[in-house]
């Protein structure tokens, strides 16, 4: 995991040093939206946004 978090720096120091920070703007809401798709298929349809990760993983390990 190291090396992965490694080139992720790297990618990060590039972006900010090319003034692009929009790319990294643009991962993160991308890996939010994702994530947000993986939570509402993963409960059924029944995942709010206002919802911690906790509970998200409550309510995957108890209610489904």
């Known amino acids: 995991m190291k090396d992965r978090e490694e080139e992720i ?3 990060v120091e590039d972006c900010v040093i090319a003034h692009q920070e929009i790319i990294l703007v643009k991962l993160i809401a991308k890996l939010e939206q994702e994530y947000k798709e993986l939570a509402k ?8 946004d206002n919802w911690t990760h906790r509970e998200l993983l409550d309510f995957v390990t108890y209610e489904t």
């Open 9 to 11: 720096q790297s990618l």
């Open 41 to 48: 298929l993963a409960t059924l349809g029944e995942y709010r």
